[in-house]
């Protein structure tokens, strides 16, 4: 199976979006062969609980036929836009559980080690994988946790900073710049 | 709270959606306002997909299985400007309702202008800012918008669409088009009112793109043709319409 990236191998994306928003189920089938890998990866690195995880991208793959119509190409890529649904639900979920669960939460994340040392062992792309792992690295220590604590573990800035003991305007720029030397690692065309 | 010059630091927090609700609605005010932070928005979620997109895992078939069952079940959205059009204010209360009205026809507008990439839910702040600087710079067709019966629907054709703006009270039209296929210098748009199935001249759209006020009053037209003619136009249409749209 071809990883979808945008503008890499596999069939067009936005031409399957655009079939799907006319109610063509064929084209959502291929749609669905396209994203459902990337969806529940991202899902489940956020929530890490499996069966949780399959509900929410099972959600989030009947918004992308729902909505499929108000997707625009103009706006940004297909995966682009389902991975931000994704992760959107995602991080909603953990909101969702968060207020019983905060302190228990906020203890299990501190113990852990950078996110980036955790990239899935299933993925399909070796190479995009290693030039994620790769730009990661490249970020400071405070920039790369600033990015993933939020990114991979759906936390709010706040508790970021609360937990890297961070000033508040700190942890903003951080995760600001962070993304910005990503984007120019990952060549993310403007 | 975050204010002014700081709230561009967010960026990043808003794309990796770190930002609480209350923080994350002003900082959506001021991203329909500042094209430069909608940009790097834009980039800084494809930056994260990415990184999702490294976490790719192998789904169950019984997912691909339940989610194709699923659909059969789930009513699918119709696309933004359609929907966004298709209701009309009710009797009664009708001038509580045009801000809403005038944000349908902006959010079409802002629909086939595309542009600055952003998040899918900031469709509707980034639309007003549009419908705030479009009534500034069409003062004719502000007017219209701000009549309490103000009215749209519009229409595609190929890569183009149009919203046809109306007021009754105020007997006026506009059409405000964008993306329309570019014509040959000798050709134009032309824009008629649809008299019982007579065409009535109302104005050229030279471009393809732009808003314009309809020569002419409605004056009881079923609706707004467009057909394409001759440079400077004609007085009677040489074609087929391209598009119509009936005032309904």
């Known amino acids: 199976m071809p990883l979808p990236m945008p503008g890499r191998r596999g069939p067009d994306l936005g031409d399957l979006v655009a079939r799907t928003a006319r109610g063509d189920q064929d084209a959502f089938s291929a749609l669905y062969d396209a994203v459902a890998g990337p969806v529940l990866g991202l899902v489940r690195r956020v929530l890490r609980d499996a069966a949780q995880s399959e509900e929410v991208a099972q959600e989030v793959l009947l918004e992308v036929w729902r909505t499929a119509a108000r997707y625009q190409p103009e706006r940004g890529e297909v995966m682009t836009w389902v991975l931000t649904m994704a992760h959107r639900r995602a991080v909603d979920r953990v909101r969702a559980a968060q207020a019983a669960a905060d302190r228990d939460r906020r203890a299990a994340a501190r113990s852990h080690t950078p996110a980036f040392d955790e990239v899935a062992e299933q993925v399909e792309n070796r190479l995009e994988r290693e030039l994620v792992r790769r730009c990661l690295r490249a970020l400071t220590e405070l920039q790369r946790e600033a990015v993933t604590l939020a990114y991979y573990r759906g936390l709010s800035y706040r508790e970021v900073a609360d937990l890297l003991a961070a000033p508040l305007g700190t942890v903003k720029t951080r995760m600001r710049d962070g993304l910005i030397r990503l984007r120019d690692c990952l060549g993310v065309a403007s | ?248």
């Not at chain 2, 059009?85 to 005038?102: D, F």
């Not at chain 2, 009534?135 to 219209?144: K, R």
């Open chain 2, 1 to 248: 709270m975050t204010t002014g010059a700081d709230l561009h630091t967010l960026t990043g927090a808003y794309a990796a959606h770190a930002l609480p609700d209350p923080e994350r609605e002003a900082f959506e005010e001021h991203l329909a306002r500042c094209a430069s932070c909608a940009q790097e928005v834009a980039e800084f979620a494809t930056t994260l997909a990415r990184l999702g997109a490294a976490e790719t895992v192998t789904p169950a078939p019984e997912l691909k299985a339940r989610v194709m069952s699923g659909i059969g079940s789930v009513r699918q959205v119709p696309p933004p400007a359609r929907a966004a059009v298709a209701r009309p204010g009710r009797a009664g209360g009708v001038r509580r309702h045009w801000p809403k009205l005038a944000l349908a026809a902006s959010v079409a507008v802002a629909a086939t202008l595309g542009g600055v990439a952003v998040h899918q839910h900031d469709e509707a702040r980034q639309a007003r800012a549009r419908a705030d600087r479009l009534v500034e710079q069409q003062a004719a067709l502000g007017s219209l918008f701000t009549a309490p019966d103000v009215r749209t629907t519009s229409a595609t054709a190929g890569t183009g669409k149009a919203t046809v703006v109306w007021s009754e009270s105020r007997g006026r039209a506009g059409l405000l088009a964008a993306g329309m296929p570019a014509l040959p210098p000798d050709r134009t748009y032309e824009l008629w009112f649809d008299d019982a199935g007579t065409m009535r001249p109302a104005g050229l759209l030279p471009a393809g793109t732009g808003a314009v006020l309809l020569d002419g009053p409605i004056a009881g037209a079923a609706g707004v043709g467009v057909t394409v003619e001759p440079a400077g136009g004609s007085p009677h249409p040489t074609g087929a319409p391209v598009m119509l749209l009936p005032f309904v």
